[in-house]
């Protein structure tokens, strides 16, 4: 019986609070806040209505230290579960440091200037986490998240040694919109247009954005483009699994999607340094994330489903073997039960899940932990439970 703070309410939070009311006897007390209260409100209502159980809403503005501690002094919880913007890390984790407050994320930092997923801002707090006696849980959604869990469930079960790791992200979703972001416009496209980058015998090697590109085949869904690019699950993979000669993560893009991709970059619009319009600065990427969908919005005539699993090669009793798991979520599915679609729902659930793993101890410990440094096996029970059930094949090919 806790009581917990969830800040962000986008899709993904959306799919938290959902979550969170349907397992009452874990979080006995919960807590929504976001900058713009009304969304809150709206999510409290609806989980009101649909599940009959009550959250408590608040405003608070996640890039300040002292409004941060002064709500979490008011609530006082025992875990935050922060799916609010990557760039506000660091500010609600310093927040439970002074709060003595333990924490938990969905996806690592980023700085406003520069898009860059990295960990170092993170990892800094280890020692301050430690003497506080609290736990920071990094990247607890499903990539990063999940795919983490089920390549620690696969070396704890299946592989002497994990060698060759590929994440394969797959959506094979239609939400009718000519062109959409599956989650905030300005963190999804800073993501998808940096370069790319994989591990490959003790290097990082850095790509042209998009510029290894393979038809990879996806349960339910058949054969896709997917294309190599950096995800920040690769850094601290790499850093726990010492024995991983190469380490990809492949997406799936449509030609359309990577056209109107080209001419937000080649028109400015995707850039994140501030323009004068009008005697007012602007973000170019900003605006346009103020004149796309709402990724909220979505769900309702969303089509289709998710597909994503880690690719392994390795050795078990001296044998070369190949393992492939993955989870496919299906769009609708995720709308009738929570009002997200998919991409927010393969993302909340682990939230939920991770958070459930503090709070009842089977994760534990002092300081900042990637999620794959936990024993995997009660998450990946519950996955099966809490709406993303896994498959696993062996010895097959696994096409990359």
């Not at 980023?110 to 990094?138: H, I, N, S």
């Not at 790319?196 to 510029?211: D, I, L, Q, R, S």
């Not at 000669?245 to 997406?251: E, I, L, Q, T």
């Not at 709308?335 to 659930?349: D, F, I």
């Amino acid at each position: 019986m806790s009581r917990i703070l969830i800040i962000g309410a986008g899709g993904v939070g959306r799919v938290v609070a959902y979550k969170c009311a349907q397992n009452s006897d874990t979080f006995s007390d919960i807590w929504m806040a976001s900058r713009t209260l009304s969304k809150c409100d709206q999510i409290a209502k609806d989980v009101k209505s649909d599940l009959g159980i009550e959250i408590k809403t608040a405003q608070v503005d996640a890039d300040y230290v002292p409004e941060l501690v002064s709500l979490i002094k008011e609530i006082n919880p025992k875990l935050i579960i922060n799916v609010a913007l990557p760039y506000q890390d660091l500010t609600i984790m310093d927040a439970c440091l002074a709060t003595g407050t333990h924490y938990l994320d969905t996806a690592n930092y980023e700085p406003k200037d520069e898009a860059k997923f990295e960990y170092k801002w993170q990892w800094a707090y280890q020692d301050r986490f430690k003497e506080a006696g609290l736990t920071a849980v990094l990247g607890c959604g499903f990539d990063p998240g999940v795919t983490s869990i089920y390549t620690a469930y696969a070396a704890k079960h299946h592989f002497d040694e994990i060698h060759y790791l590929d994440i394969v992200d797959c959506n094979g979703g239609d939400h009718g919109k000519a062109f959409a972001t599956n989650f905030n416009p300005e963190i999804n496209i800073r993501e998808v247009t940096q370069k790319g980058k994989y591990y490959e015998n003790g290097e990082w090697v850095e790509t042209n954005p998009h510029e290894i590109r393979k038809e990879l085949s996806y349960p339910n869904i058949g054969e896709r483009a997917s294309y190599v690019i950096y995800h920040e699950e690769l850094e601290s993979l790499v850093k726990n699994f010492p024995s991983l000669k190469r380490a990809r993560f492949w997406m799936t893009f449509g030609d359309e999607y990577l056209t109107h991709l080209r001419v937000i970059q080649n028109i400015g619009m995707a850039g994140i340094e501030p323009v004068n319009y009008n005697g007012q600065e602007i973000v170019p990427l900003q605006f346009l994330k103020a004149v796309l969908p709402d990724p909220g919005s979505l769900g309702e005539n969303y089509e289709g489903e998710t597909s994503i699993g880690c690719r392994i090669k390795g050795i078990k009793d001296g044998k070369e073997t190949t393992y492939y798991i993955y989870n496919n979520c299906k769009h609708q599915e995720a709308y009738n039960e929570t009002g997200a679609q998919g991409v927010s729902y393969t993302t909340g659930v682990p939230a939920m899940i991770g958070a459930m793993m503090v709070l009842n101890g089977e994760w534990s410990g002092a300081g900042v932990f990637n999620v794959e440094e936990f024993n995997p096996d009660p998450f990946m029970d519950k996955l099966n439970t809490e709406g993303l059930p896994w498959h696993e094949q062996h010895n097959i090919d696994l096409e990359v």
